[in-house]
Every structure is written in C-alpha cells, then in structure tokens.
C-alpha cells in the first residue's frame, strides 16, 4: 500500500442479500482495476438493538418503513457465504476485504484476509479495536463522525494492543450518502498527517462521482476507497451513493493518471523539456552592429529567441562588458 494508492471497491451492503449479486459485483471490481473488493460482515443480533431507528439517508433511500435490525437482516450474508466470495474473489485475482461490525464476525474474518478496514461506526469502540489489534495484521481506519481526539484514541487504543504505528493508516471520511462536496473538507485528512507523524492517511468517499477522490490521491492519500453498485436505482441503502461500473473504471485510470503526474517532487526539467529549451528560451542578439572594441550598451541588445546563445539571466554581465567580435545585427552575442 506504500507504492501507489491502494484502491478498495466497496460492494459493502449493494449485493442486497443475494450472494450471486455480490459475485457480479466481485467480477465489476476485477474487471476495473481496483486493488480490492470490500464487503461487510455481522451478525444482526450482535450489531443492532431491535427496535434501532434507521439513519435518515437509509430511511430516504430505501423509501422502507423498517427498523435498522430488520433493514440489516434482510441485507444480512451467512460466514459460509463470506466463504464462497473470498474464494470467487481468488479466482478472479482481486483481494477480497470485509469490514467486520462485531468481534465475533472479526474473528471469523481473521482467517480470510490480511488486512482489516474499522469502519467510522467502531470509531470508539475501544474492546473491538483491541480485538482487532490482537490479530497482528495491518488495520485501515475510517473516521466519519470522528473528533481528532477520537482518532487520537483510536490510535492510542490500536498501538497499546501491540499494533505498530507503521501498520495504520488512517482515512478521512464524512459519514453521509451521499456526501455533499461542501461537507468533505479533504484539508482535515492533511490535519490528520501532521497530528500524527508516521501515519499513512487516506480518504473514504462518499460524493457523488469521481473528482473528489482524485483530489484526495493528488493531496496525499494512499488509500481510496469508493462505493460502487452495479446501478445507482436498484433498491438499497447505499446505491444511490454509489458509482456504477464504468464510473468505478474511470476512477481507477483517473488515479493512476494523477499518480504518475505527482511525480517525484524535484523541481528540474524533464527529458523532453531539455530538448525544448534551445527553441523556446532565448539569448541575448545584437539590436545594431557591434564593433570589437566598443562598449556594450542595453540599447545594443534584444532578446529574442533561440535559447542557443548567452541566456538573459547573463544581463547584467553582458552589459557593460567590452565585444570580443564584431557583431552583426541579429547575431546572438
């Protein structure tokens, strides 16, 4: 994840129920380039009280009249098919990932895959971070919702179980479907950076389309995760936040575009720039004729182009100086 932005497809809850849309959505993954593919795992019993309201942007999009335990258990995947998708997912050469929302299903997933996404949700949740920490493996953490000190915490929390700071990295997120891009505030992810030395800091999006999380890879992210779906109107909570297919695809190209653009920071001409600069820049010429001899003067010279002669930056230097040759009007000095 150190080399290049680490791009996570996150089917998360878009495969409404049904393994054979989560394999559908597993093959629109491989097929656009992303590093992996994100799913989430729990248990309804353990996660959610019965009588837990829904948030408002899943009560807008799913136009249900249901509480949060009856929304997730009909979304609701069994381990065994968590199972099938971590395979499908080795067949078809694309990480899997799922972010579990208990211990028990973190456990579970321990077995399936390296690296395990927190998501904002579990922000605080100190017992379920150290869970996390004891498994060893290298942790990203979305902060939607979150204070600085909280992520400070979360931090804290993660290192003490024995995690190193090395294995964190830490994504700024705004908890809302979809996020309006006056409510993204991509700065605090720079905060987050310079709080907390040694950290990699990444961006967990959830705007409508691709520019945003594009900027986050040009501003330093070294994570980017995004919602996609296989179509925005299909029933659900988190469709209409998400990008279809082709977006997702673009997505990707537009990163690794922006990847090689930031280059290596040093301030120096390219290879294709030194061939240029001989016909672009320009030398000091002889505005009249120039005995050898005679004292130069500014009103004996122009600046024009070829870059072949003695660069302009020579000014001060050529003015003033006694002609070595004569010079015809025209002649590069």
Request: proline fraction near 4%; charge should be negative; aromatic fraction near 6%.
């Amino acid at each position: 994840m150190k080399n290049k932005t680490f791009v996570i497809a996150e089917a998360g809850v878009n495969h409404n129920g049904d393994i054979r849309l989560a394999k559908k959505l597993i093959d629109t993954a491989a097929s656009s380039g992303v590093d992996a593919v994100k799913f989430q795992t729990w248990k309804t019993e353990l996660l959610v009280t019965e009588d837990a309201e829904m948030a408002e942007y899943q009560l807008h999009n799913t136009q249900r009249q249901e509480s949060q335990f009856q929304m997730l258990k009909r979304l609701e995947l069994s381990y065994e098919d968590f199972k099938e998708l971590k395979q499908y997912c080795d067949s078809k050469g694309i990480l899997f990932m799922s972010t579990p929302d208990e211990e028990q299903s973190a456990t579970f997933l321990n077995d399936l895959q390296d690296i395990f996404k927190i998501g904002s949700g579990e922000l605080t949740n100190t017992p379920f971070l150290r869970h996390i920490a004891g498994f060893g493996k290298p942790v990203i953490l979305s902060t939607g919702m979150g204070y600085l000190s909280e992520v400070e915490h979360a931090i804290f929390i993660l290192t003490e179980a024995g995690l190193p700071l090395s294995s964190i990295t830490v994504l700024h997120a705004t908890t809302d479907y979809p996020t309006a891009p006056e409510d993204v505030n991509l700065n605090a992810m720079l905060t987050i950076q310079q709080a907390f030395p040694g950290i990699t800091v990444g961006y967990s999006d959830h705007t409508l389309g691709i520019e945003i999380p594009t900027a986050a890879v040009a501003l330093g992210a070294k994570v980017i995760e995004k919602h996609f779906t296989l179509n925005t109107a299909m029933e659900g909570p988190d469709h209409k936040a998400s990008l279809e297919p082709a977006e997702l695809s673009a997505m990707v190209k537009a990163i690794r575009r922006v990847e090689k653009a930031l280059g290596s920071g040093w301030k120096i001409p390219t290879a294709m720039e030194k061939k240029n600069r001989s016909v672009v820049r320009k030398s000091l010429v002889a505005a009249s004729t120039i005995r050898k001899g005679t004292l130069i003067s500014a009103e004996m010279l122009v600046i024009k182009r070829p870059g072949t002669g003695i660069s302009p930056t020579r000014w001060d230097e050529v003015v003033g100086s006694t002609a070595v040759k004569d010079y015809q009007v025209g002649d590069l000095i």
